[in-house]
């Protein structure tokens, strides 16, 4: 019997305003998974992200969480759906400390699967060892650190992660890929939006290539090998 995928877009057209930034993204996700959106800058990755949101101008298609229609909803509705966004912006509160950050978020959906600050502090050593620090004093690491436990603080189960490697070092890089492998161990489901083609292909159990908002391709995990010299000329990597 086939599964309800948790993320299913169909034919999903996107606006800012003007600007049509996504035009007919089809893609799925199913319980468990970990996917990733990969492409060049300004391909549509981002927009996909926060069209789930109901974030983008408007949007015309399909989008359903867990089989329910979200285009339409305000954004607080689809994020009570189970939702949790980590933006690129990363949206630290600099003058609160570490701890306040992680205790700032709502539940969403159940509740049941919000991780506590030890459970948080358990994954994320770093962030015990700067519990009072203010946000704004953290390092580049440790704010997207932060982000990410942050919303494993609200139970949501579909995790949204926007380029949360950028700009930080190998060992930082590492260690948020032994956290996504962890989340994906207890059940998450995760979408990343990443850049960095070899960490996430290493992650990912399916990767689509946004171009121009359109998906061009779909890569498995298994035949990632054989696809590697075409996914890099579309990258450009």
Same mark, same amino acid.
């Given at each position: 019997m086939a599964t309800t995928p948790v993320l299913e877009i169909k034919d999903l057209h996107s606006w800012y305003g003007e600007s049509h930034v996504l035009h007919g993204i089809n893609l799925s996700v199913n319980a468990g998974e970990v996917v990733c959106l990969l492409g060049r800058n300004g391909a549509g990755r981002t927009s996909t992200l926060?069209?789930?949101? /109901?974030?983008?101008? @408007?949007?015309?298609?399909?989008?359903? +969480?867990? #089989?329910?229609?979200?285009?339409? $909803?305000?954004?607080?509705?689809?994020?009570?759906?189970?939702?949790?966004?980590?933006?690129?912006?990363?949206?630290?509160?600099?003058?609160?400390?570490?701890?306040?950050?992680?205790?700032?978020?709502?539940?969403? /959906?159940?509740?049941? @699967?919000?991780?506590?600050?030890d459970? +948080?502090? #358990?994954?994320?050593?770093?962030? $015990?060892?700067?519990?009072?620090?203010?946000?704004?004093?953290?390092?580049?690491?440790?704010?997207?650190?932060?982000?990410?436990?942050r919303i494993l603080r609200t139970g949501a189960q579909l995790l949204l992660l926007d380029e949360i490697t950028e700009g930080l070092a190998p060992v930082i890089v590492q260690k948020l890929g032994e956290v996504v492998r962890t989340l994906k161990e207890k059940g998450f489901t995760v979408v990343l939006v990443e850049q960095n083609f070899r960490f996430a292909s290493k992650l990912a159990d399916r990767n689509y290539v946004i171009e121009?908002?359109?998906?061009?391709?779909?890569?498995?995990?298994?035949?990632?090998?054989?696809?590697?010299?075409?996914?890099?000329?579309?990258?450009?990597v």
């Open positions: 926060r069209a789930i949101l /109901g974030l983008t101008g @408007s949007n015309k298609g399909s989008i359903k +969480i867990n #089989d329910i229609e979200v285009i339409g $909803k305000p954004t607080h509705e689809i994020a009570g759906l189970g939702i949790g966004y980590c933006p690129e912006e990363r949206g630290i509160f600099a003058s609160l400390t570490c701890e306040q950050n992680l205790m700032l978020p709502p539940m969403v /959906g159940s509740g049941k @699967s919000a991780m506590s600050i459970e +948080i502090y #358990d994954m994320f050593p770093n962030l $015990k060892e700067r519990r009072n620090s203010p946000g704004g004093r953290l390092s580049g690491g440790e704010q997207q650190m932060l982000a990410i436990a121009h908002g359109e998906v061009v391709m779909m890569v498995e995990k298994e035949k990632l090998e054989q696809s590697q010299k075409e996914l890099e000329t579309l990258l450009g």
